[in-house]
């Protein structure tokens, strides 16, 4: 099962660097999410942190959903922008683009810092990445992607961040979608990754480990440790996908058994419903109808091996080009209204 993963194209890219300058120069004006001083068109002026305590990670007070709360209220439709308002009020990742990875990391960690918050950070730019499917691409070469690593760590800093490494990589290792000459180098460069990553001082490291839908933790273990698993913080489950929060849950404790007791994170974003069942099974990930927003992200998930539930998928965000979709990483209104009303208040 491939799992498009709603990664930025390049104008895309351009703007994430575009908001990691804003957030610095924010920092600059000493201008915060909670700053009343701000223009009543400003989204930023109404989207606030979360209570630290519960929820550690930073709000985005200018990302797509703000903006698209502001909009709607500067045409009077306040029940639409009520809606949206959910996505908005959370902390969503933030994916690094290409570009400029030093740029945005550094822009993205220090908005967080300045509200005394964690930023959340998703790369993903593996080669070969998503075996040709709708989030194609990644870097041109292992050289290329060890330069984008290290721009990302310059960036970081000693700044805190929690990372969510490569969704895919290491399932397509597992699948089959990956060709076997590409399988020693790609286990090269995540280890690598997870390694540069962790020598940060305030970097938290979570290899992805695919979800409870895709097959049975014994396929992937080995893998992971391949990859570095040992030496990050953990793994994540249910990246942009819709499994609930139980039955990755479960997933996760059966694979942590596996690999040393390590703890995990669940991407809760969408799984609001559950996974989609109908329509074809090789396209159910992509742009499901009937989902909804799942538990607000949170470090106190009641689980000893679960650090967060995390909205590493950025709700509103397109799949790909499927059921009506724009390209995968584009804003979907509609869509994202759909998720935020079949959602509980």
Same mark, same amino acid.
């Given at each position: 099962? &491939?799992?498009?993963?709603?990664?930025?194209?390049?104008?895309?890219?351009?703007?994430?660097?575009?908001?990691?300058?804003?957030?610095?120069?924010?920092?600059?004006?000493?201008?915060?999410?909670?700053?009343?001083?701000?223009?009543?068109?400003?989204?930023?002026?109404?989207?606030?942190?979360?209570? $630290?305590?519960?929820?550690?990670?930073?709000?985005?007070?200018?990302?797509?959903?703000?903006?698209?709360? %502001?909009?709607?209220?500067?045409?009077?439709?306040?029940?639409?922008?009520?809606?949206?308002?959910?996505?908005?009020?959370?902390?969503?990742?933030?994916?690094?683009?290409?570009?400029?990875?030093?740029?945005?990391?550094?822009?993205?960690?220090?908005?967080?810092?300045?509200?005394?918050?964690?930023?959340?950070?998703?790369?993903?730019?593996?080669?070969?990445?998503?075996?040709?499917?709708?989030?194609?691409?990644?870097?041109?070469?292992?050289?290329? &992607?060890?330069?984008?690593?290290?721009?990302?760590?310059?960036?970081?800093?000693?700044?805190?961040?929690?990372?969510?490494?490569?969704?895919?990589?290491?399932?397509?290792?597992?699948?089959?979608?990956?060709?076997?000459?590409?399988?020693?180098?790609?286990?090269?460069?995540?280890?690598?990754?997870?390694?540069?990553?962790?020598?940060?001082?305030?970097?938290?490291?979570?290899?992805?480990?695919?979800?409870?839908?895709?097959?049975?933790?014994?396929?992937?273990?080995?893998?992971?440790?391949?990859?570095?698993?040992?030496?990050?913080?953990?793994?994540?489950?249910?990246?942009?996908?819709? &499994?609930?929060?139980?039955?990755?849950?479960?997933?996760?404790?059966?694979?942590?058994? $596996?690999?040393? #007791? $390590?703890?995990?994170?669940?991407?809760?974003?969408?799984?609001?419903?559950?996974?989609?069942?109908?329509?074809?099974?090789?396209?159910?990930?992509?742009?499901?109808?009937?989902? %909804?927003?799942?538990?607000?992200?949170?470090?106190?998930?009641?689980?000893?091996?679960?650090?967060?539930?995390?909205?590493?998928?950025?709700?509103?965000?397109?799949?790909?080009?499927?059921?009506? #979709?724009? $390209?995968?990483?584009?804003?979907?209104?509609?869509? %994202?209204?759909?998720?935020?009303?079949?959602?509980?208040?």
């Amino acid at each position: 099962m &491939y799992v498009s993963r709603g990664v930025p194209a390049s104008a895309r890219a351009r703007a994430r660097a575009s908001a990691a300058v804003l957030g610095a120069a924010l920092l600059v004006t000493g201008c915060s999410s909670s700053d009343d001083g701000k223009e009543p068109g400003d989204a930023g002026a109404r989207i606030t942190q979360q209570p $630290k305590g519960a929820d550690p990670f930073w709000v985005n007070p200018d990302g797509t959903a703000a903006r698209q709360v %502001a909009a709607y209220e500067k045409d009077g439709k306040d029940a639409e922008a009520d809606q949206i308002r959910k996505i908005a009020e959370q902390p969503t990742a933030e994916w690094i683009g290409t570009e400029d990875p030093e740029r945005e990391a550094r822009g993205f960690t220090e908005a967080a810092a300045a509200s005394d918050r964690t930023a959340l950070l998703v790369l993903y730019n593996i080669p070969h990445r998503d075996c040709g499917q709708y989030s194609q691409g990644g870097a041109a070469d292992g050289d290329a &992607y060890r330069a984008w690593i290290d721009g990302v760590a310059r960036g970081i800093g000693d700044r805190p961040a929690m990372v969510v490494l490569e969704p895919d990589a290491v399932l397509h290792l597992v699948n089959g979608c990956t060709p076997d000459e590409l399988h020693e180098e790609r286990y090269d460069l995540l280890k690598g990754a997870v390694a540069k990553l962790k020598s940060l001082k305030n970097t938290k490291v979570y290899l992805d480990a695919g979800n409870a839908g895709w097959g049975h933790p014994d396929q992937i273990f080995e893998p992971l440790r391949w990859a570095g698993v040992d030496q990050a913080d953990g793994f994540a489950v249910n990246v942009s996908n819709f &499994y609930s929060t139980e039955e990755s849950l479960a997933y996760g404790k059966q694979l942590s058994a $596996k690999v040393g #007791g $390590k703890h995990f994170v669940i991407d809760t974003s969408r799984n609001g419903n559950g996974p989609y069942t109908g329509g074809s099974p090789d396209e159910r990930w992509c742009n499901p109808p009937g989902r %909804a927003l799942g538990e607000p992200p949170t470090t106190r998930t009641a689980a000893p091996l679960v650090d967060a539930y995390l909205w590493v998928k950025r709700p509103g965000e397109s799949d790909g080009e499927c059921k009506d #979709g724009p $390209k995968a990483g584009a804003w979907w209104p509609a869509y %994202a209204l759909k998720l935020a009303r079949a959602s509980t208040p």
